[in-house]
């Protein structure tokens, strides 16, 4: 699926229709994941599974490090990732769209060695909790990193839903992939770090009174450089104009006498 990703735009009217046609996008990308998260699990349920799953520290068991995400244990255990993945998957690619893309091959492999190099010798891993747990990180650290509006606000309604992540990444639940958690959210945080700067600040929506401070710090500063107007120079000395109505006499000549 293209994702459209084009550079903020300067205009207000503008800016908000991209907004929109990002979170269409963002959606779309969401749903269609989520959707080849569903039939992979129908295509599961055909034939044995588990030469597609993560086997710990076995050679042949790197294989799942790609195809464990896509693969799910029960029904509950795919609805449980897919409304994650929808929520957060959306909430990522709409506000950072660049890095979420480039961030995902990251979160993806991180999921797998995670699960590989601290699993238990003889377990099977699978399941997308990895990458839900990656994205849930990289929605939250870049919300710290890079402090706009926007930032804070996805990072704010990440955690509000999902911040129990933060404490999943440990053992705590028997038959639970906190492996798979510790690499997905360690990919996460490694990838905000490295792709803070990959999508372009909005511009900053200022307030009208903001405005009204800039135009009279600005008007300030005109009157405290500029020269007064010729109109406000005071006039030090003006010319006398000749008086009007005034008949001056000539003398008589002697022929007039």
Known sequence: MHLDMPDAPTDPEAQRRADRRRLRTAVKAAVCFVAVLAAAFGVQAMGDWTAFAVRPLDPAGLLGVLTAPLLH???SHLIANASA???LGTLALA???RATVRALPLIWLGSGLGAWLLGDPGSRHLGASGLTHGLMFLVFVLGLLRRDRPSIAAGMIAFLFYGGMLLT???QEPGVSWQSHLGGAL?????????RRADPQAPRRR???????EEAQAAAERAMLEPPRPDDVPVLWERPEPPRGVVLPFPRRPHDE
Request: proline share 11%.
């Open 73 to 75: 244990g029960s029904p």
């Open 85 to 87: 993945l929808l929520v």
């Open 95 to 97: 506000v950072y769209p």
């Open 169 to 171: 990444v440990l053992p």
């Open 187 to 195: 990919g996460g945080v490694v990838s905000a770090w490295l792709l």
């Open 207 to 213: 307030y009208s009174w903001e405005l009204e401070e």
